[in-house]
């Protein structure tokens, strides 16, 4: 059975930084493109970074790039984002997603069907 497992969100203040880890159980890590997505109240879901496992190669929206980085583990099966100089716009659930793919180009290209997702966490960032 597939799980994924976020931990590490929590209430910052502007300025500050989290690390948010995502294990994944259950499959051949490697094979797949992960993310991370985040929705805020009353907002639609957005994705924030992917990463294909297999080479590293990832993605970052606009809105994070220079301050939240994704990246992973393969050896421990782990998904991590970095996130500094978070903002309180920032504030969301954390959600991490797996989708499989042998193709580097469709996980940077958000061309995945992550069907596979952790329960996500919290992340709370004050001004």
């Known amino acids: 059975q597939v799980r994924l497992v976020e931990s590490g969100g929590g209430s910052v203040q502007a300025g500050g930084s989290l690390r948010l880890s995502c294990v994944v159980f259950?499959?051949?890590?490697?094979?797949?493109?992960m993310g991370w997505f985040r929705q805020a109240p009353g907002k639609e879901r957005e994705g924030v970074a992917r990463?294909?496992?297999?080479?590293?190669?990832?993605f970052h929206t606009d809105s994070v790039k220079g301050r939240i980085t994704i990246s992973r583990d393969n050896a421990k099966n782990t998904l991590y984002l970095q996130m500094n100089s978070l903002k309180p716009e920032d504030t969301a659930i954390y959600y991490c997603?797996?989708?499989?793919?042998?193709?580097?180009?469709?996980?940077?290209?958000?061309?995945?069907?992550?069907?596979?997702w952790g329960q996500g966490t919290q992340v709370t960032v004050s001004s």
């Open positions: 997603a797996a989708g499989r793919t042998t193709e580097s180009w469709r996980c940077l290209s958000g061309r995945v069907d992550f069907g596979y």
């Open positions: 259950g499959y051949a890590y490697s094979d797949y493109c």
């Open positions: 990463v294909y496992a297999r080479d590293g190669t990832s």
